[in-house]
C-alpha cells in the first residue's frame, strides 16, 4: 500500500491532492481515509512550530473525495501486452526454427537419393528430385493417356553428330 500528497497544479489555489493504491479496494480506501485524516492534525503541528497567529493559521477542508476507488490496470496491462508480443515473438522465431530444420531435412534426404543411396527407381520409371514419375495422379505424365503410361520408359543420353540429346520419356519400340 502506498500514498501520494501533492499540489494541485491545475488550479490556481492550496489545493492538494492525495492518492492512495492499495492490495484491494478497501485496502486503498481505508489507507484515503488515514491519510486525508492525519492532515489536519500535521497542519496544526506544523503552524505551531512556526508560531503563526491564530487568525492568520490556514485550515483543512475536504473539497471532493471519491467514495468508490478506482481499478488502476496499466501496470497488469504493460505487462500483458509484454508477454503477448514476448509470445507472438516466440511462436515466429519457433516456426522459423522448426521450418529451417525440416528444409535441412528434406534436402539432405534429397542428396542421398540423388548419390544413390535411398530408394532405386524401378524399370519403367524416371526418379526426379527424389520423387518418382510415372506414377498415376503424380502429375509427371499429365496428358499422356493412362494406357500409354506402363509402355513408357526412360532413354539415355547420347551423342548424335555432337548434339547430346537429354534424357526423355519415349515410348517403348
Known amino acids: 500500500m502506498e500514498f501520494t500528497v501533492e499540489k494541485n497544479v491545475t488550479t490556481p489555489g492550496p489545493i492538494m491532492l492525495v492518492r492512495a493504491t492499495g492490495e484491494s479496494r478497501d485496502s486503498a480506501m481505508q489507507l484515503l481515509q488515514d491519510v486525508v485524516a492525519v492532515v489536519p492534525e500535521n ?4 503552524q505551531d512550530q512556526l508560531r503563526i497567529p491564530t487568525f492568520s493559521r490556514v485550515d483543512v ?6 467514495d468508490e476507488p478506482a481499478l488502476m490496470i496499466k501496470d497488469q496491462l504493460r505487462t500483458l501486452l509484454a508477454a503477448v508480443a514476448g509470445g507472438l515473438a ?10 529451417r530444420a525440416l528444409m535441412n531435412r528434406t534436402i539432405k534426404r ?3 537419393t540423388r548419390s544413390g543411396g535411398g530408394q532405386a527407381a524401378t524399370h519403367g520409371e524416371v526418379k526426379l528430385d527424389g520423387h518418382r514419375s510415372g506414377v498415376p ?37
Open 43 to 46: 497542519l496544526i503541528v506544523m
Open 61 to 66: 477542508m475536504t473539497v471532493v473525495q471519491d
Open 90 to 99: 516466440m511462436t515466429v522465431l519457433a516456426t522459423a526454427v522448426l521450418d
Open 110 to 112: 534429397g542428396r542421398r
Open 137 to 173: 495422379g503424380s502429375g509427371a505424365l499429365d496428358g499422356i493417356p493412362e494406357d500409354d503410361h506402363e509402355t513408357m520408359k526412360p532413354s539415355s543420353a547420347t551423342l548424335q553428330g555432337g548434339e547430346l540429346e537429354l534424357p526423355t520419356l519415349a515410348p517403348k519400340k
